[in-house]
């Protein structure tokens, strides 16, 4: 024996150990699969999960997990190759044998090769730790998406929501000026529907994601300047217009201020999107460490109840949270809760006031024209508390969304009951039917068609009605302005309601695309008692004249107060003088028979 063929030999040896204890399983079989080699890990894959128990056969020890790898190395007619490679299979034992323990191979990588025509060789190997390993990577990107929001990249509400209670548990026990001063900013976006509405939803998504980068330079511009270590500075968007801040290093609580003006200014700057700057101010509640009450989810909702607060005062601004504005926040969810009963139970009817027209030339006895007009006010026949007047209502309406249900079913009764009034009545009919309008109405999607359609499917003439719009709506952006315009090509009319008390001096009337001019009351009230007050109407009736605007005084309640509005060449007046609102039959009796009110 040669010194070559000794060490082949004990090579030879030392390579066969080395295959019988390396942990991989390999077993050699037949085409068939009867097993013809095996090594120690192959036995320790296959036994739990052989169905006989038994390792005779290859294909047979894994018929339960793995039924079709017969078949499959029947269909490989190649003199060799590769059958199959790292095929993964789950291991489970055969029914009657024990359970697999958690030390065991749960899933197998499997490897058939065919060596010549007459053998197979199975590569065996334990891949429980690479899926294992696998199924962890794949919770973890799952977990980091859930967390995260998509269009902004910001952290998301649990997020959020885990720092608030991070913060708050950290100030149990801290009472009085003891603990660090913390604060939470809600923020809602002011105008994102219209933004949708009107430049479509990319560009809304435009906006949210710029507004996102801004919240995040502006923290870290602060966090780099002016914060304290270790504190904690968390921006996250926790709803769809819905942005938080918290902010939990503030040296004194009326820090706060500064940092929500700042936030404020920041945000309201105009948004390029595409060839649009847009404008999106936003409205913000605000809860200090004082106020902070409850777990993170309560003090979340105490913030929002003072963002919408920050809304009802006009929005753009903050607002910070005060224990009375929960209890304002439960009563008008009373409401809000009863109004949508309402509406489906048919409880809200419509009355109709006078719009009467003044003789310019006029009789002693103050003679009106009765059939001029009338508008169309809404009143909620309460079960429990009788009649409720819409200044109790509408605002919720506005806010919960269902001013637009409310204002359609105002704007359909009375068109109806007007057509009923000119069939009746003929000529004693009111020739004129105003209906208030609503912010959400003007934004609702298809609502001029649906003014359109209303119009024509109860054979009313579109001239007949005049929508009013208060001075804030009507002096709003582009889109606004463009909607009444539209509605203006139907034929009706507009009119600015409520003139006087809002943005819009006489010197921009003529921007504005309205028919008539309504004069507030607290100008007529005082139209006999104060020379300044004479004045500012008489202005607001010669600039309506000039641009061909009819004017309407309202609220006038003396025989005094009409007739200096007479005297000031006022076209129209509505007040509790001619009549209250009333019922449709009411309307009907004082139309036949004039009585006082
Ligand atoms: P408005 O459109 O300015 O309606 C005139 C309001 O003044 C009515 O109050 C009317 O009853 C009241 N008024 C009329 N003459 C006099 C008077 O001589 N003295 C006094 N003190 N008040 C007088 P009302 O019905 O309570 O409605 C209040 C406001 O609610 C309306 O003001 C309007 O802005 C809103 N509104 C009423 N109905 C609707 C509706 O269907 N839709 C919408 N969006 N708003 C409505
Ligand atoms: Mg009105
Ligand atoms: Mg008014």
């Known amino acids: 024996m040669s010194n070559t063929d000794l060490y082949t030999a004990s090579d030879y040896e030392a390579l066969l150990q080395f295959l019988y204890l390396v942990p991989v399983g390999l077993v050699q079989t037949t085409l ?8 120690a890990m192959s036995a320790r894959l296959l036994l739990p999960v052989s169905p006989d128990g038994s390792l005779d056969n290859l294909f047979t020890a894994l018929a339960d997990v793995a ?29 009657g044998q024990p359970a697999l323990g958690a030390a065991q191979p749960q899933v197998l990588s ?50 959020a929501l ?45 906006v949210l994601g710029l507004l996102a980068d801004r919240l995040r330079a502006t923290l870290r511009s602060r966090s780099r300047f002016e914060r304290h270590n270790g504190s904690e500075l968390v921006a996250a968007r926790i709803g769809g217009d819905e942005f938080v801040v918290l902010v939990d290093d503030l040296a004194r609580a009326d820090h706060v201020h500064a940092v929500a003006q700042r936030l404020l200014d920041v945000l309201a ?59 304002r926040a439960a009563h008008r969810a009373d409401i809000e809760a009863e109004l949508r009963r309402a509406l489906a139970q048919e409880q809200l009817f419509v009355v109709y006031q006078p719009v009467v027209g003044l003789v310019p030339a006029a009789p002693a006895d103050g003679a009106v024209d009765r059939t001029s007009g009338v508008e169309a006010l809404v009143r909620w026949d309460h079960p429990a508390r009788g009649v409720v007047l819409p200044y109790e209502f ?78 804030s709506l009507a002096a709003q952006d582009e889109s606004v302005q463009a909607r009444l315009h539209e509605l203006k090509a139907l034929g009706l009319t507009l009119a600015l309601d409520d003139f006087g008390t809002g943005y819009s001096s006489l010197a921009s009337l003529h921007l504005l695309p309205v028919d008539t001019v309504k004069i507030d009351r607290s100008f007529v009230c005082q139209a006999d008692t104060s020379q300044h007050h ?63 009110d």
């Open 110 to 159: 499997f490897s058939l090769f065919k060596l010549d025509p007459t053998r197979l060789m199975a590569v065996l190997n334990d891949a429980t730790f690479d899926v294992q390993r696998e199924q962890q990577g794949l919770a973890r990107r799952l977990n980091a998406a859930a967390r995260v929001d998509n269009l902004t990249r910001m952290p998301n509400r649990s997020v």
């Open 534 to 596: 004479r004045v500012l109407i008489e202005a607001t009736v010669r600039v309506a004249h000039s641009l061909g605007m009819a004017t309407v005084a309202e609220g006038i309640e003396t025989p005094a107060q009409a007739a200096v509005v007479r005297e000031l060449q006022c076209d129209k007046g509505q007040g509790y003088i001619f009549s209250r609102p009333r019922t449709a039959d009411g309307l009907v009796q004082w139309l036949r028979t004039p009585v006082d």
């Open 394 to 471: 509408i605002t919720v309406a506005e806010e919960c969304g269902l001013i637009g249900a409310l204002g359609d079913f105002v704007l359909a009764s009375a068109c109806r009951q007007f057509v009923q009034w000119r069939a009746a009545l003929g000529p004693q009919a009111p020739r004129l039917l105003a209906v208030n309008v609503s912010r959400a109405q003007l934004h609702q999607p298809g609502w001029v068609a649906y003014v359109d359609a209303l119009l024509r499917s109860i054979g009313m003439d579109a001239a007949q009605l005049q929508l009013e719009v208060t001075e």
């Open 32 to 39: 068939g699969g009867e097993v013809l080699l095996l090594n």
């Open 162 to 206: 885990e720092h608030l209670q991070r913060i708050l548990a950290r100030n149990v026990g801290a009472t009085g000026d003891a603990g660090p001063e913390f604060a939470v900013l809600f923020m809602n976006c002011d105008r994102l529907k219209q933004i949708n509405d009107t430049a479509g939803h990319a560009a809304g998504d435009g």
């Open 269 to 327: 700057k105009p948004y390029g999107i595409g060839p649009h700057q847009l404008h999106c101010s936003v409205s913000m509640g605000i809860v200090l460490r004082a106020q902070a009450r409850g777990d993170a989810d309560a003090v979340l909702q105490s913030a929002s109840i003072a963002m919408v607060e920050a809304k009802r005062a006009g929005g753009a601004r903050y607002v910070v949270f005060e224990p009375a504005m929960q209890v």
């Open 67 to 95: 039924p079709d790898l017969r078949a499959l190395a029947q269909a490989f007619t190649q003199p060799y190759g590769v059958v199959c490679e790292s095929l993964r299979i789950p291991l489970q034992p055969h029914p």
